[in-house]
């Protein structure tokens, strides 16, 4: 067993006190275990928090630049390790080689980025009412950062947790996904390699309900950041916040692209597909829902049933046009949806089967196209989490703002237009945290706030960028006179 297949706590690779391992199986063909972890008891993860709380006054008190010194080292050894990260991301998660290369390239990225913001931390000086008297403001670390994270963005969600807690002067516990922990342990090996501080980052896997529970309600716990589905982060909010902890959750989507009546069709269809189909749609910005107008909506259907027909399904090792789900679970649940749409009296265009034969052991599903989806059926509804189309026809540009709206989530929306003034009407008019412009909804820039609205988002701060500053840091406003 090599380090990374432990627990790190205080500055040491541990196993759990359970004895016990959990495998991670290759999606692509789960005959084979790709790695074991910890399998962490609640006591496990209590002593990742006490170590965590040890150390968080020196670590507060380290200067800022060289707080971002260790974040630049250990951007380094990643950059060092890519290509074997890419592989390890594709066999653990099972994404294709072409969306999990950048990803790891972003979760570099972002360690760069958080160590030259370590520099601009501080605060800001103005002049006071009376007297000789100065009023100035200063930020300063939360404590302990209590950090749970997805599979489906297995290193980039763990960086742009990790990187601005560390920047800023706080302490870490992560708790990665049980399904995908490897790329996340890898950010604490290369952070071990730089030579941070004991205790300063702590890594335990283990199940959501024991290590995660302890992650965002321990009383030694300041600030909770949580990514995943609506269901347990709701639960980690409403848990984290009855002790005034400072949380953020963001969680699902059902993600909207509306095509305008003057939409360049080839256009509408690249960034549909790719948003809908893209890392087998188990992004929480994937496009879920192509909203199209009345005139261009039988020649969309087509063409995008027949693009959705053209992509080669495979291991993600072999960089095919889409790689498989990440497990049973998320498998048997876009099959189910599948049924359920065939069922509410969606049209069928193409796809949502299982793959057989030589890909028999992997969790493949083909892409799935469903027109004719109205807005009471649960297609239309619900997240599902893989690579399943919804079509909607819009009467004019109002209904199709009225049906992207529709909807409990909203995350990330786009629109596809050549008229300007609609374009900026969309983005005035639609219930999203992020809208796009003729852009697919999935992809990011790292240095501007993310998140949602509504039931995606708590609501409470962004995340990535200055915002993520804020996040982690609270504000001490401090009057001067002599
Ligand atoms: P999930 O099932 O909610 O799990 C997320 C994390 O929470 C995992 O580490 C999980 O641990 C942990 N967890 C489970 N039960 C817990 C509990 N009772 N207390 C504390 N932690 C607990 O989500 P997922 O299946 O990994 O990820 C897919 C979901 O994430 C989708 O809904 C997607 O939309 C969402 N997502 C949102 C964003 C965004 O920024 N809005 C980005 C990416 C993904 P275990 O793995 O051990 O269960
Ligand atoms: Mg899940």
Known sequence: MTDTNRNYVGGEWTDAETGETIDVHNPADTTTVVNSYQNSSAEDAEEAVAAADEAADSWADTPAPERGSVLREAAGIIEDRKDELTELLVSEEGKTRSEAAPEVQRAIDIFYYYAEKA??????????????RQVSTRKEPQGVAGLITPWNY???????KIAPALATGNTVVIKPASVAPGPAAELVRALDEAGIPDGVINFVTGPGSEVGDVFSTHDDIDVVSFTGSSEVGHHVYDAATEDVKRVQAEMGGKNPAVITESA???????????????????ACTATSRAIVHTDLYDEFVERITERAEAIDVGPG??????GPHVNQGELESTLEYVDVAKTEGATH???GERVEGDLEDGYFVTPAVFSDVDPDMRLFREEV????LAVTEAED???AVELANDSEFGLSASVVTDDLAQANEFVDRVESGVVKVNEKSTGLELHVPFGGVKRTSTNTYREQGDAAIDFYTQTKTVYLND
């Not at 520099?119 to 000789?132: E, F, H, L, P, V």
């Not at 297995?154 to 742009?160: E, G, M």
């Not at 360049?264 to 188990?282: H, N, R, W």
Request: proline share 7%; aromatic share 8%.
């Open 119 to 132: 520099m601009d931390y501080g605060g800001t000086i103005k002049g006071a009412s009376g007297g000789r």
């Open 154 to 160: 297995p290193i980039a969600i763990p960086a742009w």
């Open 264 to 282: 360049d069709l080839e256009q509408a269809l690249d960034i549909v597909e790719a948003g809908a189909f893209g890392v087998t749609g188990q």
């Open 317 to 322: 090792l072999e960089d095919p046009g889409m």
């Open 385 to 388: 989490f893989g690579p399943v």
């Open 397 to 399: 540009f109002d209904h």
């Open 349 to 351: 265009q193409t796809g």
